[in-house]
């Protein structure tokens, strides 16, 4: 089946058109969906499942969501950290989709700005760039100087959005139904729980005094942190559909090249990105989670820039407490301890043989905390991991989605940042930090007791000959050197 790639303008008229017609809308839903499952079930029937039929199968879907527009879009953005639903391939293709579409007219942003702050564009601005800096499929941003002479950006919602949303709110809504009533297979994905967690964080994410909101809170989180920057919201200027923020210009953050150019050391950025990121997931419980390159920038001074703040998420308490006993759990290389907490966030099913989970997990944390991650290595392992798969122990609660999704697009900032960065070593200012500051609370104290024993135990750690020793004891227990005594 050969596609014709649709243009930016053809998807805008074609989502615009779906707005006056609900029904032609659902159908279109429907109809995209059901087909992809009939396009499943006969590369099932023929068994022909191969790795080159399903990147054909994900790159097939990743054309079908943009021309489904904005919404299938975040959907499938948000697909891409589902390891635990979806093949490789599709995470691969998915991880690619980009929402950028044409710029709507100045003049239709010139008519929101009026509609929404009651004055004409010359009244609030003393210069307005007409060619905005950035256009995605939710909206625009243009540069401009207020008449006090500071420098701003203004961004501007794309019309019609709001309506487009309402109706596949409800079209997916419907489909998941039908779905559950035809294939008892997919009760098990808990869609609706992500279905709601989905649609609650687009719906924010147009709510553009939602978004100022967010970023003052984040600003005021890092307030006595130096190096992190958040541009100032002028409120006299901003609405639902309209957001002004001072302009805080930057390097894009994985530019090595223009990074270093300014004598700006990649590796000491990557650290203070991992560090300010433990902060906002383990410390505040309020992070920001779409830290693409497009979203952080750095300053001449080596300063790190935040931007857009529409989807951010919060941690709640209890979570936040099996995070922390994760982290370090994870720093002191305690397989028990990752697994225990993992099980309790709801991250890992139990299952009559945790032995092969135990064992990758021990795994994962002996080769990959100090070091970063080869996935070649897997190979030594590859059977368990196909075991533990096939019983499917893991799974992916909705509220960690995007805990998931920030960590994945950090993971590969990092791997640009400092090829051989490792996550102990970049973790070790925060660590120090929680130790040497007064904290309050519970949750906060439980953070400063886990830093304080992990540093102490970097004192007393075992030589590398007890280490030796130790690991030759464990593999005489599982009887691995016995098996190979008894094959000669």
């Not at 097939?60 to 499938?76: M, S, Y």
């Not at 930057?250 to 990121?277: F, S, T």
Request: charged share 25%; glycine share 4%.
């Amino acid at each position: 089946m050969v596609f014709v790639p649709t243009s930016g303008a053809e998807k805008i008229l074609r989502w615009q058109r779906a707005q006056r017609n609900p029904w032609a809308r659902q159908r279109e839903v429907f109809g995209t969906t059901f087909w992809y499952l009939f396009l499943l079930w006969w590369d099932n029937l023929i068994g022909d499942t191969t790795s080159t039929k399903r990147h054909r199968r994900a790159r097939w879907l990743v054309h079908n969501l943009l021309e489904l527009g904005p919404t299938f879009i975040k959907i499938g953005q948000s697909l891409s950290t589902r390891i635990d639903l979806l093949p490789k391939e599709y995470i691969a293709a998915l991880a690619e989709l980009q929402d950028r579409v044409p710029p709507f007219a100045v003049t239709i942003a010139a008519d929101i700005i009026e509609a929404e702050l009651g004055k004409a564009v010359p009244h609030l601005y003393q210069e307005f760039q007409e060619t905005p800096l950035a256009a995605a499929s939710l909206g625009q941003v243009h540069r401009a100087r207020l008449h006090t002479g500071e420098e701003v950006v203004v961004k501007i919602q794309r019309p019609g959005l709001k309506e487009l949303f309402d109706l596949d709110l409800m079209a997916v809504g419907k489909l998941i139904k039908v779905l559950q009533r035809l294939f008892s297979w997919t009760k098990k994905y808990n869609l609706e729980a992500i279905y709601d967690e989905f649609f609650t964080v687009l719906y924010q994410e147009i709510d553009y005094t939602h978004e100022g909101e967010n970023a003052d809170r984040f600003r005021q989180n890092f307030n006595n942190i130096p190096r992190i920057i958040v541009p100032r919201v002028y409120w006299d200027y901003t609405t639902s559909r309209v957001l002004t923020l001072e302009y805080v210009p930057g390097i894009k953050v994985n530019d090595r090249e223009a990074l270093e150019a300014c004598n700006i050391d990649p590796k000491e950025i990557n650290q203070l990105g991992i560090c300010c990121y433990l902060q906002q997931l383990l410390q505040d419980g309020f992070f920001h989670a779409d830290p693409h390159p497009g979203n952080l920038a750095v300053s001449r001074n080596g300063d790190l820039i935040f931007y857009d703040f529409g989807m951010m998420a919060e941690v709640p308490s209890m979570d936040r407490d099996q995070m922390v006993r994760t982290f370090f759990a994870v720093l002191k290389k305690d397989a028990n301890e990752v697994i225990d907490t993992l099980t309790t966030m709801g991250l890992l099913e139990p299952i009559a043989d945790m032995g092969p989970v135990k064992r990758m997990m021990k795994f994962v944390l002996d080769r990959f905390t100090e070091r970063p991650v080869d996935i070649r290595a897997f190979e030594q392992i590859k059977k368990e991991v196909v075991t533990i798969f096939e019983k499917q122990p893991f799974r992916l609660p909705a509220k960690m989605t995007y805990i998931l999704k920030s960590l994945t697009t950090l993971d590969g900032l990092a791997r640009i940042l400092d090829p051989e960065y490792n996550l102990t070593a970049a973790a070790q200012p925060f660590v120090r930090s929680i130790v040497l500051a007064r904290q309050r609370g519970s949750l906060l104290s439980e953070l400063a007791r886990q830093s304080k024993e992990f540093l102490t135990a970097q004192f007393t750690r075992p030589s590398r000959a007890e280490l030796l020793l130790s690991r030759l004891e464990e593999r005489i227990e599982r009887g691995e050197l016995l098996c190979r005594c008894d094959q000669r």
